[in-house]
């Protein structure tokens, strides 16, 4: 395999990564649903939607996107478009250091997701 196809492959395994990671969050009262799409110009977006008893929605969400010749970058947790949590942008001219981002930031929206889930819970109470 050439390098620009180890790097699609890459693109893909850590999207595979990241959607699992926050597709596997999960709360005994809420449901949740997960998600994965692109964005323009070449970008992809994915995540987990909870659905709130109140019908608000919480999700927590990763993205990276290829701009200008470097990736970015981004992940947030929002309740209903406010946000709760923005972990900042990073930006790197390598897919492998963007990849790894990737990674690390579905890790860190995923660590904290109980306590959101909770104190949304708390409000609605």
Do not use: C, W
């Not at 990564?17 to 110009?41: G, K, M, Q, T």
């Not at 109140?54 to 010749?69: M, N, Q």
């Amino acid at each position: 395999m050439d390098s620009e196809s180890l790097a699609a492959a890459g693109l893909l395994a850590a999207l595979s990564r990241a959607a699992e990671i926050l597709a596997e969050l999960h709360h005994p009262f809420v449901r949740n649903e997960p998600f994965s799409y692109f964005f323009p110009p070449a970008g992809v977006r994915t995540g987990t939607m909870f659905t709130l008893p109140d019908g608000r929605e919480l999700s927590f969400t990763v993205s990276i996107a290829a701009v200008d010749g470097a990736f970015h970058v981004d992940g947030v947790v929002s309740v209903e478009g406010d946000v709760l949590l923005a972990l900042p942008r990073k930006t790197t001219s390598s897919i492998h250091d963007g990849l790894a981002m990737l990674d690390d930031y579905a890790g860190e929206l995923a660590a904290p997701a109980g306590r959101f889930i909770d104190q949304q819970l708390d409000e609605i109470v």
